[in-house]
Nanobody
Framework: QVQLVESGGGLVQAGGSLRLSCAAS????????MGWFRQTPGKEREFVST????????YYADSVKGRFTISRDNAKDTVYLQMNNLKPEDTAVYCC???????????????WGQGTQVTVSS
């Protein structure tokens, strides 16, 4: 089992920045990839970004390309999401996820965090 704990959410004005962190614990050696998803009430969960644990290959949703950067620190078993030039439409609960599957970057993801709220005011 892998446990994931997110942090770093908050309230920010449009154009501002936030950095989310996701700390993994447990059987972290089994992780093949980690990603960030977001969800707002009444909408389906949306893919944001993902990174392979060993090589650091990355993928982004078109809506965040050029504004968000995903990275990882293998020594700390932590993945980060640097979010710049935030927009009100980025407001959501951001969840971290991990998978052991070689089907990465495709899903499914096997482990999920509780999420952290990001609110961007206009």
């Amino acid at each position: 089992q892998v446990q994931l704990v997110e942090s770093g959410g908050g309230l920010v004005q449009a154009g501002g920045s936030l950095r989310l962190s996701c700390a993994a614990s447990g059987r972290t050696s089994s992780i093949y990839g980690m990603g960030w998803f977001r969800q707002t009430p009444g909408k389906e969960r949306e893919f944001v970004s993902t990174i392979s644990w060993s090589r650091g290959n990355t993928y982004y949703a078109d809506s965040v390309k050029g504004r968000f950067t995903i990275s990882r620190d293998n020594a700390k078993d932590t993945v980060y999401l640097q979010m710049n030039n935030l927009k009100p439409e980025d407001t959501a609960v951001y969840c971290c996820a991990a998978t052991w599957r070689r089907s990465w970057p495709k899903g499914p993801y096997d482990y999920w965090g509780q999420g952290t709220q990001v609110t961007v005011s206009s």
